[in-house]
């Protein structure tokens, strides 16, 4: 952590904010960039072994039970929900105390083998323990239930008695611990100190002991929460940010790769390098570490820090969530899958850094990844299809997306011809013309719109939802190329709302509106000088902006976009904070085009 902030410190006084920031609205910008900040950091500042159930900020998330009598210690409830220290969870622990008897539970980081599930470490392999280097202390919350209860915390120590190792592989440091703690009914902060302890390799997160000697004759209930590590960690990390802050378990772990790119955009308008290139590195590793073969990218990662945790074969960490009742691990096929959009959103992002800072690693990694969509999402008709679902997952076959989506042929177009004019390689060019053909097949001069995509064909234009950024970013990203589809500006704007900000489809009549079109329909207007419509739709922002500085996904109650779900539900966005209207909003106030490139040939 020390390191990030005096990277980040040299970052912003080398590249002040971009040119154009500022006006009314500098400050809902500068809170919006602190709010994308503060989320991307949190894995940078504290390494938790208990957050909430199931959360992907979680380590040590391996169970070892240990006792004088096993049948009398039970099992965590980590889903518990009643009266949490922080969060929507803590965890309720329970024992039966016997005189003589003890009984606890260490919180391990276990090892996973390719394809496997994981399993509890035994420190006889290598690689298993996780560099903790740089934290200062280990922090949780504990309270009783009837308050009295007494209970040993500890933490590392894992093969070691005493001083002495006693399996090939311990710890790097013998157990810490406070000795017996007696508890209240209270929640009640406690710190077991790290001060000169090894932390290089660690197996064992946390651990309890409750002895029946120390402790009422019969059932000792107690509760844990916010068990985490806090210090300046040296081990190198890759962040995502959390995409939408909810307790829906399918979207509450999920850190989709679209929302992020367009954080790193963000952060490159503002001149705010560091913060850039934490998400870029991570898109690389992502690409370089994927748990079926390298080189592409998926739709969605775990919120936090993805890199793969010591001793597990998974590649980059992906986004699922926890079963309620049986802890049983589950994905959601299409944010595991691999997405056209998606990718080049990645592309984009990372082309845009190169733009300004001339970077060869992410000019490659940029060229790896469109190479994987020109090898995998091509027909014999024009334009790129949408991608793939469950790519590589456990038991399941990808599914191939055959139908094609004028949204994604739109960022493929800007990627590809971004990649032409940096590398001057014709398959790029080749690949910008078959999206742009493919475009052009979309737009009905009759209804002067862009349609938003094809059915399963790949050919036969869906003409049943008209869409807002199909007609918006087209004009972004086609520049002098946009001339005959004016008209799509005029449909864009019958989706505005008496508010001043814009819906997302045609179809949708709820009377909601849609702060992430809202965002990027007031950066086109920035573009085209019309500074009263833009000013206009950012106001509407800026009076639903939240408290932390982010911004909802919809506004007046569910937006609906007119789509299906995989699993045949509405596709509709609820009213919590998200990244994507965020990262947008500052984009439009600092005037930054995604789709345009200083020195491009456009």
């Known amino acids: 952590m020390k390191r990030y902030i005096l990277m980040l410190l040299a970052c912003m006084m080398l590249f002040p904010a971009a040119a154009g920031a500022g006006g009314p609205f500098a400050t809902n910008a500068d809170r919006a960039l602190d709010a994308l900040e503060n989320a991307l950091t949190v894995p940078c500042r504290s390494v938790y072994v208990y957050r909430d159930f199931g959360d992907t900020l979680n380590h040590f998330t391996q169970r070892a039970i240990m006792g004088e009598d096993l049948s009398l210690v039970g099992a965590p409830d980590e889903n518990w929900r009643e009266n949490p220290a922080g969060g929507s969870t803590c965890m309720r622990l329970t024992q039966i105390a016997r005189e003589r008897n003890w009984g606890g539970w260490l919180f391990l980081n276990g090892r996973m083998a390719k394809g496997e599930a994981p399993q509890l470490n035994k420190g006889d392999a290598p690689g298993q323990g996780m560099d903790l280097t740089g934290a200062r202390e280990l922090v949780f919350m504990a309270r009783g239930e009837k308050g009295g209860e007494t209970v040993i915390f500890f933490t590392l120590g894992y093969g070691v008695v005493g001083e002495e190792p006693v399996v090939p592989y311990p710890d790097s440091a013998p157990q810490r611990s406070l000795g017996n703690v007696e508890l209240s009914t209270e929640w009640t902060e406690y710190r077991i100190g790290l001060e000169d302890a090894d932390l290089s390799r660690i197996a064992c997160g946390f651990g309890f002991v409750v002895s029946g000697d120390d402790n009422r004759e019969g059932e000792t209930v107690f509760y844990l929460d916010e068990i985490r590590f806090e210090g300046d960690f040296s081990a190198r990390i890759h962040p995502m940010i959390r995409s939408y802050v909810t307790d829906d378990p399918a979207l509450h772990n999920t850190a989709y790769t679209y929302d992020n790119a367009l954080a790193a955009m963000a952060f490159l308008s503002a001149g705010r ?4 290139e934490m998400i870029l590195d991570s898109f690389v590793y992502a690409a370089e570490n994927d748990r079926d073969r390298p080189g592409q990218i998926r739709n969605a990662y775990a919120a936090g820090d993805i890199t793969a945790f010591p001793g597990w074969q998974s590649g980059a960490r992906l986004p699922g969530w926890a079963e309620a009742g049986t802890g049983a691990w589950c994905e959601d096929p299409v944010q595991t899958g691999l997405g056209t959009g998606n990718t080049c959103y990645a592309v984009l992002a990372l082309l845009q850094y190169d733009a300004v800072y001339d970077s060869e690693k992410y000019l490659n990694a940029a060229a790896r990844l469109m190479d994987w969509v020109l090898e995998n999402c091509r027909d014999a008709h024009p334009g790129f299809t949408a991608g793939f679902d469950a790519w590589g997952n456990s038991g399941e076959s990808p599914s191939r997306l055959a139908y094609k989506s004028t949204e994604h042929n739109i960022d493929a ?26 475009i052009r097949s979309m737009y009905s001069p009759e209804r002067g719109l862009f349609y938003t995509g094809t059915l399963s064909d790949g050919v036969t234009p869906n003409t049943d939802n008209v869409v807002l950024d199909a007609q918006v970013w087209a004009f972004m990203a086609l520049g002098k190329e946009f001339g005959p589809y004016e008209a799509a500006l005029d449909t864009a704007a019958a ?5 001043g900000a814009y819906s997302f489809s045609m179809t949708d009549k709820s009377g909601s509106w849609w702060p992430e079109g809202t965002a990027f329909t007031a950066l086109a207007h920035r573009l085209r000088g019309e500074d009263a419509q833009a000013d206009e739709a950012l106001q509407a922002l800026a009076a639903v902006q939240t408290e932390d500085g982010l911004f909802p996904a919809a506004v007046g109650g569910q937006v609906s976009t007119g789509f299906g779900l995989f699993d045949g539900s509405a596709w509709e966005y609820g009213d919590f904070p998200h990244v994507a209207p965020t990262a947008w909003f500052v984009m439009a106030v600092n005037g930054f085009n995604p789709y345009a490139f200083p020195g491009g040939a456009r």
């Open 273 to 276: 390098r560091a913060e850039a």
């Open 413 to 438: 177009f800007a990627a590809f011809r971004r990649l032409y004019d940096r590398t001057g390689n014709k398959k790029y060019l080749e690949a910008a013309e078959s999206a742009m053909a493919f």
């Open 495 to 499: 989706l505005r709302t008496p508010q």
